[in-house]
Each structure stands twice: as C-alpha cells, then as structure tokens.
C-alpha cells in the first residue's frame, strides 16, 4: 500500500498571503488529521475530518481551514499568513477509531 | 495546560543499554496510549500501542508500561542501538476526541 503523500514538500510564503496544503491518505482510511509542528512544541492538533465531516478542531484560529473530499483526499488552507505560521505541516491518517495514524512527510512552510 | 509532557527533552544512551523514554498525561479518561519515532525529515513513524486494560506491551526490542493509577507510560528499547536514534513522541486518545501528542524526547544512541 501505498503511504500517505502530502504536497507540495516545501513552501516559501509572505506575510499577508495565503497557502493550501494536500494530503492524500493511505487508501481505506477515512480518517485524516492536520498537525503542526514547530521547534519544542511538539505536533499540536489543527483538525481531524472524517467521511468529509469535520469532526475534531483544535485550539487554532479561523485563519486555519481544511476540508476532505469524497475520495479521502484533504485540503489544509491557511489565510493571511503570519511569520509565526512558519511550521512543519504533517497530516496523517487513520482506519478509524483506535487506530494508530499513519503520517506523512510533511510539508515545511516558510513565512518571510 | 499540558496534557501530556514529556519531561525529559533529551537522552543519551551507550548502545547495548537500556533506553527508557517517559510521559505523563493528567485526563484519567485516556484510554489508548502510543509511540511514534520521528527522523529528521521524516513524518512520524508508529512503534506500539497499548491500551488501558493492559499495563504492558511488547514488540521485540520495544515494550511499553502503563501505570493508570500514576497516570505514566514509558517506553524501553533493550538493546540500544544507533538507529533508534531521534525523537520520539508519546501520545494519548480517548474516545470522540483527538490523539494528544507530547512534546518529544530526543533519545541519542551513542556507539
């Protein structure tokens, strides 16, 4: 099987505009998730969708969307970019509940 | 608030020992518990699970204790070897909500 694939790999942005991340997961699973890691923060939850439905958002503000489509796939966009935003974005997918997710490489966003 | 910490944010360790990785969590509601291992570049990789009816799990080299009462998982790799070298995340779930990762322990395998 195929592992989850997220594009593009890196980005350069500037303050002001804005970005959309992909994320295809592994096929079957339904579960998709947005994380972002910054240095000593750990992976801090953006959100999780399932079956097209958002169904967790974590603690970030409206500047921060997503959405799936019908074949699983996920969109992360991120409006009116600030340096702070500069992140690694990982997205990783699951069966379902209980279920151990699985990552992918990340995309490495850049906010100059 | 922290929900999950990892208090040591970086290890050392002589390849062939014992590498011990600990997190703490502080909702008594958590009831599956999992490791992951990132490399540099990398996303991050499962290693095991275990969930709050066990207190133990093993998978070769890896085993992970659960310690309810205390609310304190750890994670032992027997023997050490260069290759586990990186961070390692510990994170928790529980029903209906999302998986709760905590900060990263960076384990150092020296040769």
């Known amino acids: 099987k195929a592992g989850v694939t997220q594009t593009p790999r890196y980005l350069i942005k500037t303050r002001g505009q804005q970005v959309t991340l992909s994320c295809s997961p592994i096929?079957?699973?339904?579960?998709v998730s947005w994380y972002q890691q910054t240095p000593g923060q750990g992976l801090q939850f953006l959100f999780e969708y399932f079956s097209e439905t958002q169904r967790n958002k974590g603690n970030f503000p409206g500047r921060f969307s997503g959405r799936q489509f019908s074949n699983s796939r996920s969109e992360m966009n991120v409006s009116t970019l600030e340096l702070g935003d500069s992140a690694l974005y990982l997205c990783?997918?699951?069966?379902?509940?209980?279920?151990?997710?699985?990552f992918g490489p990340g995309t490495r966003l850049t906010v100059l | 608030d922290q929900q999950v910490k990892q208090n040591s944010p970086s290890l050392s360790v002589q390849e062939g020992r014992i590498s011990i990785l600990n997190c703490d969590y502080t909702n008594s509601m958590f009831d599956y518990f999992l490791w992951y291992k990132k490399y540099p570049a990398e996303g991050p990789t499962f290693l095991i699970s275990i969930s709050s009816i066990k207190d133990k799990n093993e998978d070769g080299r890896f085993t992970v204790f659960l310690n309810k009462s205390a609310k304190h998982l750890s994670l032992h790799i027997v023997p050490s070897q260069p290759g586990d070298s990186a961070v390692y995340f510990c994170?928790?779930?529980?029903?209906?909500?999302?998986?709760?990762f905590g900060p990263g322990t960076r384990l150092s395998v020296l040769p």
């Open positions: 994170a928790v779930y529980n029903y209906g909500q999302n998986f709760v």
């Open positions: 990783a997918s699951s069966a379902g509940t209980y279920n151990e997710q699985f």
């Open positions: 096929s079957g699973h339904r579960s």
